[in-house]
């Protein structure tokens, strides 16, 4: 009989956050996240090595993603049979917000990869799903990224809820902005749900739907295979050079806050 080890998840708070865990988290994404495009030299005064791997050190990810108090981890860890040590398959970084628009509060994923040995298994899903859960009062939840197995993950973890361009058109930007995500600060969004069109569109029948410039030239050949493959049932359109597809779903948390004197939401804790 073959034992298999179960996955374990664990949310961690900014304050627990060592450079230890860092590591592990860096070289997780350094691994797994992906590839810099054929043109991110030419975006990059060629710092940037065209197919080669994308990496993020300690002080970078600290820079990045631990902005504030409001950010924490969530890891999805297996017990290795071979050493008894946990190794690190999957990370999710967020960061939580309140959000008055709609009487609660707001998660935001920052970085979200999982181990390539270890996809399609759900640990995507219930990494989000432990997000959304370790705020009190979630009432939306959102993300950045150009591959949509991330959008689908954050679907998951929000109830299945369908997407809603409405609700991405009336919400998304003012989350980016209330989040206070540094590396999103200046961005601009393009797409028909928040008209706002892109110059660099040739084809007005494909137009993008709900993008993020982010300028973050990584390599899109896997992710354009993907749309292909599931071109009838995703609806945020087309993805650009140097843009991201933007999201967000309303969501609720099991969590929910003990009314307070003051009737404000509390921290989250470990
Ligand atoms: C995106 C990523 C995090 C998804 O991780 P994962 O653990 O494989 O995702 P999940 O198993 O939770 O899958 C979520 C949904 O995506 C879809 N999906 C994921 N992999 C799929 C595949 N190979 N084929 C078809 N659908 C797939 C499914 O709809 C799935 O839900 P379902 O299984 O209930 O149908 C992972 O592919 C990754 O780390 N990629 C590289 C880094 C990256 O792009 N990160 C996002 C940037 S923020």
Redesign the pocket.
């Known amino acids: 009989m073959t034992l298999v080890s179960p996955i374990s998840y664990t949310c961690i708070p900014y304050s627990f956050l060592t450079d230890r865990i860092l590591e592990k988290c860096s070289t997780l994404f350094n691994n797994?996240?992906?590839i810099w495009a054929h043109d991110a030299p030419l975006h990059s005064n060629n710092t940037l090595k065209a197919g080669s791997r994308v990496k993020l050190g300690i002080k970078r990810l600290r820079e990045l993603l631990l902005f504030n108090d409001h950010c924490f981890l969530v890891v999805a860890e297996i017990r290795s049979s071979d050493n008894d040590q946990f190794q690190l398959i999957?990370h999710a970084f967020c960061t939580y917000a309140k959000y008055d628009p709609l009487n609660g509060n707001a998660v935001w994923?920052?970085?979200?990869?999982?181990?390539?040995s270890?996809?399609?298994?759900?640990?995507?899903?219930?990494?989000?799903s432990m997000a959304t859960n370790n705020v009190e009062d979630v009432v939306i939840a959102g993300?950045?990224?150009?591959?949509?197995?991330?959008?689908?993950?954050l679907?998951?973890a929000c109830n299945?809820i369908p997407i809603n361009l409405k609700f991405i058109g009336d919400h998304a930007e003012n989350v980016i902005r209330v989040c206070n995500i540094p590396y999103l600060s200046h961005t601009q969004v393009v797409g028909s749900v928040f008209d706002k069109q892109s110059p660099l569109i040739v084809d007005i029948h494909h137009q993008p739907i709900s993008l993020a410039k982010t300028d973050f030239f990584v390599d899109h050949n896997e992710?354009l295979i993907?749309l292909k493959?599931?071109s009838k049932k995703w609806f945020l359109g087309p993805l650009l050079d140097g843009h991201?597809f933007l999201v967000v779903f309303p969501t609720s948390s099991v969590r929910r806050s003990r009314t307070t004197s003051n009737g404000s939401p509390s921290n989250i804790s470990s």
């Open positions: 797994n996240y992906g999957g994923i920052t970085q979200l990869v999982v181990d390539s270890y996809r399609r298994q759900g640990v995507a899903g219930t990494l989000l993300l950045v990224s150009s591959n949509p197995y991330a959008v689908m993950s679907c998951n299945r992710i993907i493959k599931i991201e």
